[in-house]
């Protein structure tokens, strides 16, 4: 069993983190998070709740009451209890996307998750995915990786996604969409998404994941050998 390090992998909309960061912590044998599936719970409790998405009053109180448990099987399926009630498929449907980067941005919401991320990277051993992992939740990992793919590629992996869930889907919305999103991921003012300066840069647009995970598990293991 490798050293047990941290490992943060952030990137824009689509670039194909959460394969590679299962993928990579399925070969270390380490833990991973996918911390956007906590903004997404937020943003679902806020629509379940009505909650306007411009009351930060409100979704701050909503984030610090919501209990969020993520949790691996070792078959590699993950599911996302929101105050005990399975919402793996929930947060993920279009109308939490379209709202998530709005709640996400909130700086009370985001010090609240923050937090309960860096109490998840305590104990080290894990992979964690989301957008200022490197820069803000883990600025100590030993190992930052930004996955970068042209706009195009983005909404074609975020297409599959959707069709395999049963969503019709029009390309040319969803790479709007994708470009919305980033947008307001990286000019908000709290935590924006940006590569930190001791990041690598991979360009997935012509990669499939398992080169990916291969390239990524190869500099960790060459760096723990
Ligand atoms: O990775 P994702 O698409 O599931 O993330 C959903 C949203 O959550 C994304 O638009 C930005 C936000 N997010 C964030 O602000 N910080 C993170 N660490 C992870 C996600």
């Not at 379940?48 to 399926?77: F, M, P, Q, R, T």
């Not at 939740?137 to 030993?142: L, Y």
């Not at 003012?189 to 291969?214: G, Q, W």
Request: glycine share 8%; proline share 3%; charged share 30%.
């Amino acid at each position: 069993m490798p050293e047990k390090v941290n490992i943060a992998i952030d990137g824009p909309a689509g670039a194909g983190k959460s394969t590679v960061a299962r993928g990579v912590a399925g070969a270390l044998g380490f833990r991973y998070l996918d911390t956007g599936a906590m903004y997404r719970a937020v943003a679902l409790l806020a629509l379940e709740k009505k909650i306007d998405i411009y009351d930060h009053h409100s979704l701050c109180e909503l984030a610090k009451d919501a209990k969020i448990d993520i949790i691996n099987s070792n078959s590699g399926e993950t599911t996302v209890l929101l105050n005990g009630a399975d919402v793996s498929a929930a947060i993920r449907t279009p109308r939490v996307t379209k709202i998530v980067s709005d709640v996400s941005k909130v700086p009370g919401v985001r010090s609240i998750l923050v937090e309960a991320q860096k109490m998840l990277a305590r104990s080290g051993g894990v992979v964690m995915e989301g957008r200022d992992i490197g820069t803000v939740v883990m600025p100590d990992a030993r190992y930052k990786f930004y996955l970068v793919a042209s706009a195009l590629e983005r909404a074609g992996r975020r297409a599959r996604d959707l069709e395999r869930m049963g969503f019709s889907v029009n390309l040319k919305d969803l790479a709007d969409e994708i470009k919305r999103r980033d947008h307001i991921d990286s000019s908000r003012e709290a935590d924006p998404l940006k590569p930190a300066e001791d990041a690598i840069i991979i360009d997935c647009t012509s990669m499939s994941a398992e080169e990916v995970i291969n390239s990524i598990v190869t500099t960790v293991a060459e760096g723990l050998s």
